[in-house]
T-cell receptor
C-alpha cells in the first residue's frame, strides 16, 4: 500500500513557465517532507524540504508547499529551465527516521 | 568524504544465482537505507538500519532477500536465489539521526543496476 503517491507520471512544460509537481501522503504522523531530483544513471539528490510546522519553504526558483489538512505536498519551479528536466521524487520522514518515497514524476522542460 | 559508495555498478547474473550488493555509507551517518527503483513503485524502501540494527524490513519482498550491516561502514543486500523479476536498480542511502522536525536528508549512492537473465 503506497503511503506516498505521485499521481502524475510525467509533466511537460515550456522553458520559462512554472512547473508544479504534486504529491499526496496518507499518514498524518510524518513530520518532515522532502523533494529529490534524479538524473539518469545517477542517485537521487536532495532538492528542498519542509517541516510539518510550516506551510511554505522557498529556495531560489524552488518552492515547496505543504497542506497538512489535505495531506498534500507540491513543488513549484519558477522559471523552469531545460536543466530541470529530471525525475522528481517526493519523500516523507517519520519520527523513527523512516524515509519513504513516491513513484516519481518525470519533468521535461522544452526549450 | 567520497559519499555513499555502492558496488558493483552493474551486475548481470543468471536466474538462481546468489547476488550480493555492497554499500559503504558516509562516515558518521547512523541511518542506512536500501531502496529498489521500479517503474511501478518508484523508490521502494526495502529495509533500513539505525546504528547497524535493522529497524524495519517490512519492505523486503520475499525471504530470498536479506540485508546485513556488520559494522558502521558496510552493508550488504543479498538475493538468493535471484529471479528475473528482481532486475532493477538498487540504491543505498545514508543519513544522520535527527530530532523531531529536523531535516536529515539522505545521501544516495549511484546505485547498482541488476539484471537477472
Amino acid at each position: 500500500d503506497q503511503q506516498v503517491k505521485q499521481n502524475s507520471p510525467s509533466l511537460s512544460v515550456q522553458e520559462g513557465r512554472i512547473s508544479i509537481l504534486n504529491c499526496d501522503y496518507t499518514n498524518s504522523m510524518f513530520d518532515y517532507f522532502l523533494w529529490y531530483k534524479k538524473y539518469p544513471a545517477e542517485g537521487p539528490t536532495f532538492l528542498i524540504s519542509i517541516s510539518s510546522i510550516k506551510d511554505k519553504n522557498e529556495d531560489g526558483r524552488f518552492t515547496v508547499f505543504l497542506n497538512k489538512s489535505a495531506k498534500h505536498l507540491s513543488l513549484h519551479i519558477v522559471p523552469s529551465q531545460p536543466g530541470d528536466s529530471a525525475v522528481y521524487f517526493c519523500a516523507v520522514k517519520s519520527n523513527t527516521g523512516k524515509l519513504i518515497f513516491g513513484q516519481g514524476t518525470t519533468l521535461q522542460v522544452k526549450p | 568524504d567520497a559519499g555513499v559508495i555502492q558496488s558493483p555498478r552493474h551486475e548481470v547474473t543468471e536466474m538462481g544465482q546468489e547476488v550480493t550488493l555492497r554499500c559503504k555509507p558516509i562516515s558518521g551517518h547512523d541511518y542506512l537505507f536500501w531502496y529498489r527503483q521500479t517503474m511501478m513503485r518508484g523508490l521502494e524502501l526495502l529495509i533500513y538500519f539505525n546504528n547497524n540494527v535493522p529497524i524495519d524490513d517490512s519492505g523486503m519482498p520475499e525471504d530470498r532477500f536479506s540485508a546485513k550491516m556488520p559494522n558502521a561502514s558496510f552493508s550488504t543486500l543479498k538475493i538468493q536465489p535471484s529471479e528475473p523479476r528482481d532486475s532493477a536498480v538498487y540504491f543505498c542511502a545514508s543519513s544522520l539521526i535527527g530530532g523531531f522536525l529536523t531535516n536529515t536528508e539522505a545521501f544516495f549512492g549511484q546505485g547498482t543496476r541488476l539484471t537477472v537473465v
